[in-house]
């Protein structure tokens, strides 16, 4: 798996293409929302990192009331504020992650949803993040941008946690969407719910 690269390039899509006016292509967030959440996102993973080289357990959120909060803080702030946010907590992340041993990769964290993972899995966790809402923003980026690679990794990774999930054939940045719960061109493909 190349998480690594993907999340360096889902983080520059998604730094190059964002802006802080208008709505999202995600239902009832604007795009100030979504910068703020891949900021927190960024800001919570680095825990895991710290998790991980430290071997002391440093949560993603205290609580999903303060995740929620932080998102809501995130809007608020001038553009200059959130967009410092949004570079800031991308930088830090990357820099921590370049900062783990091999040995410290192999421990384990807990996510936010309460999985026990290593922390192997937090680039690949990133890369979803900041490739899929880079393509929310509504900024022109689509699926079709995102690498191939990274889209069947995706497409496996959704199917699996989606459980069961019939097999509908097309290009696999149509499926990709599809399966993320976002607009597709697929025909009879069954609908849905936003997944991530």
């Known amino acids: 798996m190349n ?41 919570a993973l680095r825990n895991l990192v710290t998790w991980a080289a430290t071997g002391i357990p440093t949560p993603m959120y205290a609580s999903p009331a303060e995740r929620a909060a932080g998102i809501e803080r995130g809007i608020r702030l001038p553009d200059a504020d959130l967009d410092a946010w ?28 309460g999985r026990t ?3 192997t899995d937090v680039p690949w966790l990133r890369a979803r ?10 900024l022109g980026i689509t699926f079709d941008d995102l690498p191939e690679d990274f889209l069947e990794a ?23 969407a599809w399966l993320t719960g976002r607009p597709h061109h697929l025909i009879d493909a069954p609908e849905l719910e936003a997944w991530l």
């Open 129 to 138: 993040e900041v490739c899929v809402h880079a393509v929310d923003l509504g």
């Open 117 to 119: 993972v290593p922390a």
């Open 3 to 43: 998480a690594r690269l993907w999340t360096a390039e889902g983080t520059k899509l998604f730094l190059d293409a964002v802006d802080y006016h208008g709505d999202s292509l995600l239902p009832g967030w604007t795009r100030r929302h979504l910068a703020a959440h891949v900021a927190a996102n960024a800001d």
């Open 154 to 176: 995706l497409c496996t990774d959704v199917v699996a946690k989606r459980g069961d999930v019939p097999d509908v054939a097309g290009p696999l940045a149509e499926r990709a």
């Open 86 to 113: 949004v570079h800031d907590s991308a930088a830090r992340l990357e820099a921590a992650m370049g900062s783990l041993t091999d040995d410290q990769w192999a421990n384990e964290v807990v996510t936010a949803q």
